[in-house]
């Protein structure tokens, strides 16, 4: 354990040769005189926070657990964050067993670590063996919380996938992932990460043209024309950071795009245009309806991240999919599967990978949630086109 000087005042000479003789005897790994001399410190009433430091190690060496515990607890009032004395409850408290005490530690070493650059080699020792116990602990409360529930008769499987997730979230498996838009947000949705696409009358008219529509897409990949990269740097704006922006790599073919058709582009798929003329997407000068084919190059992967506003769902009707596409939102992970609806909500964390040697493709367009009343859906549809408008001639 790295220290420094701990008294420079000549008047406390004596209390500072004490301290280097405890320090001295840590060294040497013999815990009683090192306590023994940082005892005396703290009697004289002139103990800093390192001095109970010491004596807490020396009092650890011990495996005197109560007398650790009040020389921590001298170090943490002066210095909430102390790596060191953060790390040592929990340490004490795992061979106590009392696993969610020291997880409560190690969580709290941890966090105070990170905001610190350089760690001495001893720290960075103590907080990996933290991590791998904190692993440890999850692993132990995860199977006493699946015994105790099969004890009381629970089927988990039966109660759910929120039931499921609401375990992996108590067990520290997981956090839970919330609406987070990036420009707009509306109150008291509910936090659904995906929606079950049988709740929406015409998911099943859309799902019988699957095949004209994958038709019109194949012949858009063959030449590509008329797209380009899904997330373009504005003209007018700074431009948001993004690990695909003017990447070709995740390229659109815009249908509808603005609430304007595209017109060339859309002329080219009458079939598409016509699967999505009675759908319920927003009508929003400016801005909606949005309808396109996402292009998924192979090997790329799209990096966690929230969409502009949670007033909308994202509907994908997946065309040309070869194997290993994911599409992840919030904690639930799906396959992408052609003709396949996935309907989510993207202003929760999401990502998505093609994991394969070829294109992936798909018809992505948006709808109004649900749950918005037509009240609440045209008054929103005013105050997005007065945005739009906002500051333009």
């Not at 790599?249 to 080219?268: K, M, T, Y």
């Amino acid at each position: 354990m790295l220290y420094t000087p701990i008294m420079t005042d000549p008047a406390k000479a004596q209390l500072e040769a004490i301290a280097h003789r405890g320090i001295d005897a840590l060294r040497r790994g013999d815990a009683a005189a090192a306590r023994s001399a940082f005892d005396a410190i703290a009697a004289s009433g002139r103990a800093t926070p390192q001095i109970w430091l010491f004596l807490a190690q020396s009092c650890d060496m011990q495996d005197d657990r109560t007398a650790a515990r009040a020389a921590l607890a001298q170090v943490l009032a002066a210095d909430p964050a102390n790596p060191y004395a953060l790390v040592m409850q929990g340490e004490i408290f795992t061979r106590d067993g009392d696993d969610r005490a020291a997880s409560a530690w190690y969580d709290r070493a941890l966090a105070a670590a990170a905001g610190i650059g350089q760690l001495p080699a001893d720290l960075v020792a103590r907080l990996q063996r933290a991590e791998a116990e904190r692993v440890a602990i999850a692993g132990r409360f995860t199977a006493a919380m699946h015994a105790a529930l099969a004890a009381a008769g629970v089927d988990g499987d039966a109660a759910g996938p929120r039931f499921a997730e609401s375990l992996a979230i108590v067990a520290g498996a997981t956090r839970p992932y919330l609406q987070e838009p990036t420009s707009f947000y509306f109150p008291g949705l509910p936090q659904q990460a995906f929606y079950d696409p049988a709740d929406f009358a015409w998911v099943a008219a859309l799902e019988a043209a699957f095949p004209a529509i994958r038709t019109e897409a194949e012949a858009v990949l063959a030449d590509r024309a008329g797209t380009a990269p899904y997330v373009e740097a504005p003209r007018d704006r700074p431009a948001k950071a993004h690990s695909l922006l003017d990447d070709p790599r995740w390229s659109a073919f815009h249908l509808i795009q603005h609430g304007l058709p595209v017109a060339a582009n859309a002329a080219r798929c009458p079939a598409t245009m016509a699967a999505i003329a009675d759908l319920p997407i927003p009508v929003i000068a400016g801005r909606s309806p949005m309808v396109l084919f996402s292009l998924l190059a192979p090997g790329t992967h799209i990096a966690p991240h929230t969409g502009m506003l949670n007033t909308r769902l994202i509907c994908h009707l997946p065309l040309i999919v070869p194997p290993d596409c994911r599409l992840r939102v919030g904690n639930t992970t799906r396959n992408v599967e052609a003709g396949k609806m996935l309907i989510f909500d993207d202003s929760i964390e999401h990502e998505a990978w093609n994991d394969s040697d070829a294109m992936r493709v798909i018809l992505l367009f948006e709808i109004w949630r649900p749950e918005l009343t037509l009240a609440e859906r045209a008054g929103l549809t005013a105050l997005f086109e007065s945005i739009s408008v906002y500051g333009a001639e």
